[in-house]
């Protein structure tokens, strides 16, 4: 009886063991698989190199980053690939035959006559002709925008957001306004976390590259980000971050803001740059004011359109209130309790200034 007690007893020893093998080695593969993605999310949380010391160099683990590295970019080649293969099959416009050709009847008793000619009308395959689109003179870098510069859209035009968490507040307001009012169709892909400073962890620019690209519509752009960004910004495997607001540091952030700005101009697309409020805690507010300063900078270089939240909350200088007084006198709530984001009626507030902007030509408004 006790033999058979202490057989069983190492059994479930041994399935205990074998189970915590497995759990062990499936979480050692994940970590090997997705240290990339590991590493970034470290450092957008901790804003530090997160790599480890020796195995971070080893050939051996980095065939796991590189391995799932490969793999995402077979996939996104895929889909790139099904994406042209069906905008290609959308563009084929259906040949058109001629009607069919009259047949002349034939009188056997019929005194004989020449024939009649009848003159075929040409078989003509209709094809789809591709126009460029007529080229607008390139804006003059260094030229200020007038203050009451407005942009202009059209019927079929359509608007890019692009943004944070801060836009991710304003976006549906504006895109509702927009389709609701104008039938204006909106392309919204703000994510929270997002900036310019961790390309990593989501690369702006090559995301506005590649949606300008593959939606020619698009003729106004919205910008609304920078919260995320106040911190030291790696530079790559291997190399030391770079300070906030160091010469290197100002010089690669506003190399990201010409990036995206050149791709607007590149494809005849309008800006409409937001810049971000201040906060309630000063040292953040402080570096929201330094952000500011570089987005206005490079908008007005590029003769693009630049809008400050700050007057829309009723902000001056380096104030910063939870509410706003409105025309009935009341104060109202625009910004939420952790100082940062807005509240519905911030939200809209920011929205309606955006729009305020935007002339539509030929556009009737249909409600509100």
Not at 68 to 93: K, M
Not at 150 to 157: I, K, N, P, R
Not at 158 to 166: C, Q, T
Request: aromatic residues 8%.
């Amino acid at each position: 009886m006790q033999v058979s007690n202490a057989a069983q007893l190492l059994r479930t020893h041994l399935g205990a063991a074998r189970a915590l093998y497995g759990i062990v080695l499936t979480t050692l593969l994940l970590l090997w698989l997705n240290q990339d993605s590991i590493s970034l999310y470290c450092q957008q949380k901790y804003h530090q190199s997160c790599e480890l010391p020796v195995l971070g160099q080893s050939p051996a683990w980095r065939l796991g980053g590189n391995l799932t590295e490969a793999l995402g970019a077979a996939r996104d080649s895929f889909v790139d690939s099904l994406t042209q293969s069906r905008t290609a099959v959308a563009q084929v416009e259906t040949v058109e035959l001629p009607p069919p050709i009259p047949v002349v009847p034939v009188v056997l008793d019929a005194p004989k006559a020449p024939a009649p000619v009848v003159a075929s009308k040409p078989i003509v395959a209709k094809v789809a002709a591709v126009t460029a689109p007529a080229s607008k003179p390139a804006a003059a870098i260094g030229s200020p925008v007038p203050a009451a510069t407005v942009v202009s859209l059209a019927v079929g035009d359509e608007v890019f957001l692009v943004g944070d968490s801060l836009m991710q507040g304003v976006a549906p307001h504006l895109s509702n306004s927009l389709r609701k009012r104008y039938q204006i169709k909106s392309v919204n892909l703000s994510r929270q976390s997002t900036g310019l400073a961790y390309p990593g962890f989501f690369n702006w620019p090559q995301t506005v590259a590649r949606t300008l690209e593959s939606s020619p519509n698009i003729r106004l752009m919205v910008i609304f980000l920078g919260p995320n960004d106040p911190w030291d910004m790696p530079q790559g495997k291997g190399k030391p971050f770079l300070r906030f607001k160091s010469p290197d540091w100002e010089a690669a952030y506003r190399q990201r803001i010409d990036a995206i700005l050149e791709k607007a101009r590149e494809h005849q697309v309008q800006v409409i740059w937001v810049g971000p409020p201040n906060m309630q805690k000063p040292r953040l507010s402080s570096a929201m004011a330094y952000l500011s300063g570089l987005y206005q900078e490079q908008v007005g270089l590029y003769q693009q359109h630049y809008l400050s939240a700050n007057p829309v909350l009723g902000y001056k200088d380096d104030t910063f209130s939870y509410t706003l007084q409105n025309s009935q006198g009341k104060r109202v709530k625009t910004r939420v309790d952790d100082g940062i984001h807005f509240t519905i009626t911030g939200q809209k507030l920011i929205a309606e200034q955006i729009l305020s902007m935007i002339a539509f030509p030929g556009l009737t408004v249909t409600g509100h």
